[in-house]
């Protein structure tokens, strides 16, 4: 197989990663304006983006039946055109329901671009470089999220709101004629039809929607909410249910035996919890620098860059060391940059100085930068290459539900916290950053405890000669 273009491979996945991207980050800010067309509230609006939360999440866990029933080159291009056609029926959407049901066709598609692209990568490129490569497509995951915000705000204030949904129809065009190019090579995958695990994947849903629809509700109506605690009652068994099924089933939709596998189970472990701090960390950090600091809009995002530009630099360095040093060591000294830059957010106030955030976002952009590629690579070499697609849908998934657990737990905590302060007579902007301060040092604490099942990750990413000699270099 000498003859496989793997750069050009690499490229179509990065542009379908960028594709995808974009999206998370480019319709929030055009909400107001599609509200006001639609003529609905708030809350009504607000289901553009949990709409696409969840069904983000359904596909995810199908992705190993359909590698095997389909291959990879059908899985991945039908996700880019699922995608790309969900994107263009969005921008045609004429009032919210058939907006809402646009964006799960979309959602479909860029659920299963992830773990497919990991899943490819690991396919496709050996273990001695799968570090370096999950680095440069890490930093293509960067790219979409970093550009959309601003992005969305030129398109939308220029050309009107379905322009943010039309500018993904030339780049789903390109990646399909590209992968019909550079990905022939994954046609020569055997399919194997296996049966499906309905009742499995049944329940999976349930649990994952149910939690997901749960917890962002909570943060408006409160966990104490009769409704909120139906909804994470029937996830909680249907959970069980899933556990109970699965442990019966030939060929289960999750393949549980990988928990068995205890450096998996301790990448999974840093996964979510790296995404709970980090996400909730994320989403305090616009009030720290609007609502405390005082800076615009547009200077809070100028604040951020640093931490993306940092971030992008380092990923590609990272993956290469986690290839010829192991994942283990460079992830933990990730998380404690990390940790660091919580602490020093949680001591800048309106008082701070610009230089102040600058260092803090720094800081953050190198213990990302460190972190997400070995991870991402650690989680790869932790199971056996036919377990691959298997363990990055879980990663995947796993990614999503910590970082929506993340947001919700910290929204909930700083909401509290900052009731207490009022009632014990704080004023409002006091009580406000006392909140914020205690968000922080949550998120901090987390990363911290997060080093304990990171020391439990793989010390090589090298698999071994058995496993080298089934992949498709040799």
Request: glycine share 10%.
């Amino acid at each position: 197989m000498r003859d496989v273009n793997r750069t050009g491979i690499l490229i179509v996945i990065i542009m379908g990663t960028i594709m995808a991207g974009i999206d998370s980050s480019i319709v929030n800010i055009s909400l107001p304006v599609m509200s006001r067309q639609f003529n609905c509230t708030l809350d009504e609006i607000e289901w553009v983006i949990t709409v696409y939360m969840l069904s983000f999440s359904v596909l995810m866990p199908l992705t190993n039946w359909l590698k095997n029933r389909i291959g990879f080159f059908n899985l991945y291009l039908g996700a880019i055109t699922l995608f790309t056609l969900g994107s263009l029926f969005c921008a045609l959407s004429t009032d919210l329901p058939s907006l809402l049901i646009a964006r799960i066709i979309q959602a479909l598609g860029g659920g299963a671009m992830a773990p497919t692209s990991m899943a490819i990568i690991s396919y496709v490129f050996p273990a001695r470089v799968r570090g370096t490569i999950l680095g440069w497509w890490g930093l293509g995951n960067l790219v979409g999220p970093a550009i959309g915000p601003t992005l969305g705000g030129i398109l939308t204030e220029h050309f009107g709101w379905p322009s943010i949904f039309y500018i993904n129809l030339p780049i789903g065009v390109l990646t399909v004629v590209m992968a019909f190019k550079y990905l022939g090579i994954l046609r020569k995958q055997p399919k194997i039809k296996l049966p499906f695990d309905l009742a499995g994947f049944t329940t999976l849903t349930i649990f994952l929607v149910g939690l997901q629809y749960g917890i962002a509700k909570a943060e408006r109506v409160g966990l104490s909410s009769p409704q909120i605690i139906i909804t994470l009652a029937i996830a909680f068994l249907s959970l069980i249910a899933f556990i109970v099924i699965d442990r019966r089933v030939k060929t289960p939709i999750i393949d549980l035996q990988l928990f068995k596998n205890y450096a998996f189970v301790s990448c999974i472990l840093v996964t979510i919890s790296r995404a709970a701090a980090l996400f909730g960390g994320l989403f305090l950090m616009p009030f720290l620098l609007q609502e405390q600091m005082g800076f615009s809009e547009g200077m809070s995002g100028l604040l951020i860059l640093p931490n993306s530009v940092f971030m992008a630099a380092l990923m590609p360095f990272a993956g290469k060391w986690s290839d010829r040093h192991g994942s283990r060591e460079i992830s933990m000294a990730g998380l404690v940059l990390l940790a660091a830059s919580m602490f020093l957010f949680a001591r800048l106030d309106v008082g701070s100085t610009v230089q102040s955030v600058i260092i803090t976002m720094v800081i953050r952009g190198l213990g990302m930068g460190l972190l997400l590629a070995p991870l991402n690579a650690a989680t790869l070499s932790a199971v056996r290459p036919p377990e691959v697609t298997m363990a990055s849908s879980i990663s995947t998934l796993m990614q999503q539900v910590g970082g929506a657990l993340g947001i919700a737990m910290l929204a909930i905590i700083t909401q509290g916290a900052y009731n207490g302060h009022i009632l014990n007579g704080v004023s409002n902007m006091q009580a406000h950053h006392l909140a914020l301060k205690q968000g922080f040092h949550i998120s901090m604490i987390i990363l911290l405890v997060t080093l304990i099942p990171a020391w439990f990750m793989p010390r090589r990413n090298i698999v071994r000669k058995a496993e080298e000699e089934v992949h498709i270099d040799t």
